[in-house]
């Protein structure tokens, strides 16, 4: 079955703990995104990566790191957690062409303490 | 920069009436247009998406959207709601002049309650 899987789905954690939230994908797409979502804020990009090795800013990277060391994987990495960054956590794919649309993870929800 | 505005945080409707539920977006050109749907616990489904052609799409579960470039709106609507489709809403906006919708702005959301 084609999907997008994050884990874990729940996390809950203390500032300043270094935390890895894990992204796979079995469609071998090559464009992969982070998206935080908050009440009234709707979602919005924090890292997204084009292909293996080549990543970029979305529209909030502050504290967040990624890698793309194989195009199946896109990890979101956490150096030092702080409470604003309790969030719902999603992890997006397509296939970066035109017309592609997006296929989502069901998200993670992080607790920073 | 693009945006986009979805004024209506909650709808409530009952089961069997038409729903429409609005999208407006800020862009300087054409955008690829997007309608998603998330229940409870789950991602993101795409529900339906626009890119040129006819201003009238159809998507899944009885869904469509009319692009309207005078009012820069794309409104979802289906003419009879299930209970089923109690679910938060995202239209979304994609740029068109970087060849692919990799960077999307997403509205704030529409929480639709159906009513028995």
């Known amino acids: 079955e084609a999907q997008v899987t994050q884990n874990p789905r729940y996390l809950i954690t203390v500032t300043g703990k270094k935390l890895t939230v894990t992204c796979s994908q079995n469609?071998?797409?090559?464009?992969m995104s982070w998206y935080r979502q908050d009440p009234g804020l709707g979602l919005r990009q924090i890292y997204y990566s084009m292909n293996v090795e080549v990543t970029d800013k979305g529209d909030v990277p502050e504290g967040y790191k990624v890698s793309r060391k194989e195009k199946r994987n896109f990890p979101l990495i956490l150096e030092s957690p702080s409470p604003n960054q309790t969030s719902l956590y999603f992890c997006?794919?397509?296939?970066?062409?035109?017309?592609?649309?997006?296929?989502f993870g069901n998200g993670t929800r992080l607790t920073v303490t | 920069a693009q945006s986009v505005t979805q004024p209506d945080i909650h709808i409530t409707v009952s089961e069997g009436a038409s729903l429409e539920l609005r999208c407006n977006y800020s862009?300087?050109?054409?955008?690829?247009l997007f309608w998603y749907v998330q229940s409870p616990g789950q991602g993101l489904q795409l529900l339906l998406k626009?890119?040129?052609?006819?201003?009238l799409v159809q998507g899944i579960k009885g869904f469509e959207a009319e692009f309207k470039r005078s009012q820069s709106s794309f409104n979802l609507r289906k003419p009879s709601v299930h209970w089923s489709d109690a679910a938060e809403y995202f239209c979304?906006?994609?740029?068109?002049?970087?060849?692919?919708?990799?960077?999307?702005?997403f509205g704030s959301g529409t929480q639709l309650t159906v009513l028995p």
């Open positions: 469609m071998n797409h090559e464009y």
């Open positions: 997006a794919s397509s296939l970066g062409r035109d017309n592609s649309p997006l296929h």
């Open positions: 862009y300087g050109a054409t955008p690829y």
């Open positions: 626009y890119f040129s052609g006819d201003t």
């Open positions: 979304a906006v994609g740029l068109i002049s970087s060849g692919s919708a990799r960077q999307l702005t």
